[in-house]
């Protein structure tokens, strides 16, 4: 399954921006799914998961309270929704997909598709 993020864009600080990853080529449901992020030169940094059927999720403390992650299977397609925008938010920003039980660790991520730039302006 090939993984297409999409929805990024210019957003001032405290505004918000919902990010989708679109599956083609195969089903997600099969998937827990991941988000991710990157600032050119630092370390990729885990957003948030969740799991195959949608019941459980994770999300790291720097964004806990602002984003949310949702899917729906239906359509194949995962959503960060991001509210409340930091300048610290800024990246680039990818989707991944897990089949494995540990789908909370980073490491188990894989699929990276094109990524979508989030700029928040202070």
């Known amino acids: 399954v090939q993984l297409q993020a999409s929805g990024g864009g210019l957003v001032q600080a405290g505004g918000s921006l919902r990010l989708s990853c679109a599956g083609s080529g195969g089903s997600l449901r099969s998937y827990h799914m991941g988000w991710f992020r990157q600032v050119p030169g630092q370390e990729r940094e885990f957003v948030g998961a969740?799991?195959?059927?949608?019941?459980?999720?994770y999300d790291t403390a720097s964004v806990k309270g602002r984003f949310t992650i949702s899917r729906d299977n239906a359509k194949n397609t995962v959503y960060l929704q991001m509210n409340d925008l930091k300048p610290e938010d800024t990246a680039v920003y990818y989707c991944?997909?897990?089949?494995?039980?540990?789908?909370?660790?980073?490491?188990?991520?894989?699929?990276w598709g094109q990524g979508t730039q989030v700029t928040v302006s202070s």
């Open positions: 969740i799991s195959r059927s949608g019941a459980n999720y």
């Open positions: 991944a997909r897990s089949q494995n039980v540990n789908w909370r660790m980073s490491v188990w991520y894989n699929g």
